[in-house]
């Protein structure tokens, strides 16, 4: 196999091998070239493996998100996908789930944003979960909302028919049938994960 490949390697190189058989300097010269043009051939083959393992990657994750997600239409360098199934919402092992999804908890900061996810979920039943949560949560020490991921203060209050909650962590859900409430934090339920996505990759 090599002897073929190596055979190959000499002829594609210029000038005439034959002429240069007895002259070890320009042998050395060809041996050079063949070798400069298997580690070529090598950083090759190597770049087309990993980007193939890459495209494994990505075909094999979008598989899961759409056996265990619900997703909704992209809109606004963003779309949002929804878990199928309920569980005890713990903030930091879910928004690490949305990360493997190369986003984040939802983080509501718009009405643009508020009625996407509020017909998003609304598209869902009777399919899906009663609740949804996102990344909003509630500190009654600061008298403000706040969100998980990005630690910045929530500009959705203003946006949404909303009340604060008494109590320090409270998280922002959106029920099936669109509405918004607080709802005590590692209560069950669903939740909702932000994925942005670049222009340049659509």
């Known amino acids: 196999m090599w002897r073929v490949v190596l055979s190959c390697l000499i002829t594609s190189l210029p000038g005439a091998v034959a002429d240069i058989q007895d002259d070890s300097s320009a042998q050395a010269k060809a041996l050079e070239l063949i070798q400069d043009r298997i580690e070529t051939l090598s950083s090759s083959a190597s770049s087309m493996g990993r980007e193939l393992d890459q495209l494994t990657y990505e075909i094999k994750r979008d598989i899961y998100m759409r056996r265990?997600?619900?997703?909704?239409?992209?809109?606004?360098?963003?779309?949002?996908?929804?878990?199928?199934?309920?569980?005890?919402?713990?903030?930091?092992?879910f928004n690490n789930n949305c990360r493997g999804f190369g986003?984040?908890?939802?983080?509501?900061n718009s009405r643009a944003d508020h009625l996407m996810v509020r017909e998003f979920v609304k598209s869902i039943r009777p399919r899906?979960?009663?609740?949804?949560?996102?990344?909003?949560?509630?500190?009654?020490?600061?008298?403000?909302?706040f969100h998980y991921d990005s630690g910045?203060?929530?500009?959705?209050?203003?946006?949404?028919?909303?009340?604060k909650p008494e109590f320090h962590g409270y998280c922002l859900t959106y029920h099936f049938d669109g509405t918004t409430t607080h709802s005590k934090c590692k209560s069950i339920g669903a939740y909702i994960c932000e994925i942005p996505v670049s222009r340049g990759s659509r």
Do not use: C, M
């Open 128 to 145: 899906g979960p009663w609740s949804f949560y996102t990344g909003g949560i509630y500190s009654s020490i600061d008298r403000a909302w």
């Open 68 to 93: 265990n997600y619900h997703v909704s239409h992209y809109e606004r360098d963003k779309f949002y996908i929804a878990s199928k199934f309920s569980d005890k919402f713990i903030q930091k092992e």
């Open 152 to 163: 910045e203060e929530a500009r959705f209050i203003k946006h949404i028919d909303f009340t």
């Open 103 to 108: 986003g984040f908890l939802a983080e509501i």
